[in-house]
């Protein structure tokens, strides 16, 4: 059935209008696709990403694609973990090398934090050229219209529910509106949305602009034995233009295609630099500096800049409009949390459309998107730019920060010294290193989202509020304290066959119970709450010959709950509630759970 009707020349009518078909808006299309629903995705860019901005993609959002069986194509096309096993610090790319780090869950200390927090293997370097197709294509697939080239004139809202979008064609110069009942602002950091909402944005001083330039090069054998996809570059005893002061080189493709991102001098003022007229051959000379092999032959494929920002919108929503990804909160690279977090926003959001759209919940339901995910952008933007900022330490050691080149030769001269200056030195810039591990290990940060709205049922906890472990940046806490992220768990049938996550249980656009031994009351109450409700509500039984078997007792050390208790995760595999035991009446007790978290009268 077609999702669109057109009812004159001019005016298109849907339900839902995604603007932008990034990170955000393509993989809200997609998670909306899988529970049923399609509409109209716009994007004033001709097609998918020209350039990889965003590469890094976590297991929290990887766990999304999972859901509705995207990751296998994302890993077919991500790089391969090895390639990611190291960050570097050299003077250049054939040269001498400082100091390295174990990066993205590779550090054999905390391999093991990883493996137990996820069913997903860890963190890929997934380009977001590659990332995109993917998205569009599962969006097409599921019955979304895509129209690339088509830029958002205005939003205008007549009614509540009825929001009117005036469009214009690029290529043709027509322009229409399309008129629809829920309209996602996912249209990047310039958002046309948020402009015509009013959104108040919460911003702090800028860190200045960087400047991206996309590079093929191979440089294969420069990097056989120093694998790794982040290379921070520096020479302190030379000077470079005030654009190019510090580079950090990322690996797009293996090893045949980089991103230089060039960060500019501290306090440097470029906007009197003018850096957009700088040179290609300029580019390309620090370019080759950075390499510093002169058999490799580089070739500049893009340039392009972009602001150093700490900022995040006051709130996401204003009635049946949403806002999401890098409308809301925009800034640095540093931990990686950029796409992952539009990934994560999405698919936050995408069920609780769904059932309001379905009426099987209340429209407030769509109110504590706002709620949930505003806060974690807060400490998005927040990891972000510490994590810029954790660099400033080793900087300061090698005598980056010095003002002149001959202060900056003499500091780094130092470290020769085999006496205490130079044992003080060294031991200055091997803090700072270390320093930069929350970055690099930031598992707490991507794990540790915890959400607290009417969404989350938490008066029968004790103590509902947010645990003190849980603002850890490189720990993750696993709790079925509501409004945490489910905890996962390998799981497996009596006679053995292939392992199954609790994560894989749950989700898939439909709440989940869990159970044990002595809850088999729970599942009668999730049979008739689901029937009563008209609603799914899958129930499992894990434990000693239940419908699954706990073989490594993971889940009896994570549900903190006895076995004939119960955890309540939400589509999105958040935990909604928990009951610590079987009590009485409990299917009555459920449907007030269950009426709660779906805003249902």
Not at 22 to 48: D, E, K, Q
Not at 252 to 268: C, G, Y
């Amino acid at each position: 059935m077609p999702v669109t009707t057109v009812t004159t020349v001019t005016t298109v009518h849907t339900d839902l209008l995604i603007v932008g078909a990034g990170p955000a808006g393509a993989s809200l299309a997609c998670f909306l696709g899988s529970h049923g629903h399609a509409g109209i995705v716009i994007s004033a860019a001709p097609g998918t990403a020209e350039t990889p901005r965003a590469h890094i993609t976590n297991m929290a959002a990887m766990e999304c694609f999972r859901d509705i069986g995207l990751d296998r194509e994302c890993i077919k096309m991500a790089a391969h973990a090895e390639s990611m096993q190291h960050t570097r610090w050299c003077l250049s790319m054939a040269g001498e090398e400082l100091a390295r780090t174990y990066s993205w869950g590779h550090d054999p200390h905390r391999k093991g934090d990883y493996e137990v927090a996820s069913p997903c293997d860890g963190h890929m370097d997934l380009p977001q050229t590659d990332l995109e197709p993917i998205l569009v294509k599962r969006a097409v697939h599921d019955g979304w219209t895509v129209r690339f080239s088509t830029r958002l004139l205005r939003l205008s809202r007549n009614k509540p529910d009825e929001n009117m979008a005036e469009v214009q064609d690029s290529l043709t110069g027509h322009a229409y509106r399309i008129q629809a009942r829920y309209v996602f602002g996912c249209d990047g950091a310039n958002s046309q949305v948020m402009r015509d909402l009013g959104i108040p944005l919460i911003k702090k001083p800028g860190q200045g602009k960087a400047v991206n330039v996309l590079v093929k090069a191979d440089m294969s054998h420069l990097v056989e034995n120093r694998r790794g996809n982040l290379h921070w570059v520096f020479r302190p005893d030379k000077e470079h233009p005030p654009w190019g002061w510090a580079t950090c080189l990322r690996m797009v493709k293996p090893w045949t295609e980089w991103m230089f991102i060039f960060l500019p001098q501290p306090d440097a003022d470029l906007d009197s630099v003018a850096i957009w007229f700088v040179t290609e051959e300029e580019y390309m000379e620090r370019v080759k500096e950075v390499i510093g092999d002169d058999s490799v032959v580089p070739q500049i494929l893009d340039v392009s800049s972009w602001w150093i920002n700490e900022t995040v919108a006051e709130y996401y929503s204003d009635g049946n409009v949403h806002c999401l990804g890098d409308a809301v909160h925009r800034h640095p690279p540093f931990n990686g949390l950029g796409s992952n977090t539009c990934v994560q926003d999405a698919f936050n959001l995408a069920w609780k459309v769904s059932y309001v759209l379905s009426k099987k919940a209340g429209p407030a339901l769509l109110k504590t998107f706002s709620t949930e995910r505003q806060p974690v952008g807060v400490d998005v933007i927040t990891r972000a730019n510490a994590g810029l900022r954790d660099h400033s330490s080793w900087m300061k050691a090698i005598g980056l920060l010095e003002p002149s080149r001959f202060q900056r030769a003499a500091r780094l001269a130092e470290f020769d010294d085999p006496g205490e200056k130079g044992r003080r030195r060294r031991q200055e810039f091997q803090s700072g290193i270390e320093q930069t591990s929350s970055e690099f290990h930031g598992l707490g940060v991507e794990m540790n989202q915890f959400y607290s709205s009417p969404a989350v049922y938490q008066d029968d906890e004790e103590h509902p509020e947010r645990p003190a472990a849980k603002d850890s940046t490189e720990f993750y806490q696993a709790t079925t304290l509501p409004g945490s992220r489910l905890p996962h768990a390998w799981l497996n049938s009596r006679v053995p066959g292939a392992k199954l996550s609790t994560i894989d249980l749950a989700g898939h656009g439909r709440f989940c119970l869990f159970t044990g031994p002595g809850g088999r009351d729970w599942k009668s109450a999730a049979d008739e709450v689901s029937k009563k409700l008209g609603i799914q509500i899958g129930c499992y039984s894990i434990g000693w010959k239940q419908d699954y078997e706990d073989v490594y007792f993971d889940w009896a050390r994570r549900r903190e709950v006895d076995e004939d208790g119960c955890v309540l995760a939400r589509p999105d595999r958040f935990v909604a509630w928990r009951s610590t035991s079987m009590i009485q009446d409990c299917g009555s007790k459920l449907e007030v759970v269950m009426r709660s978290v779906l805003s249902l009268e």
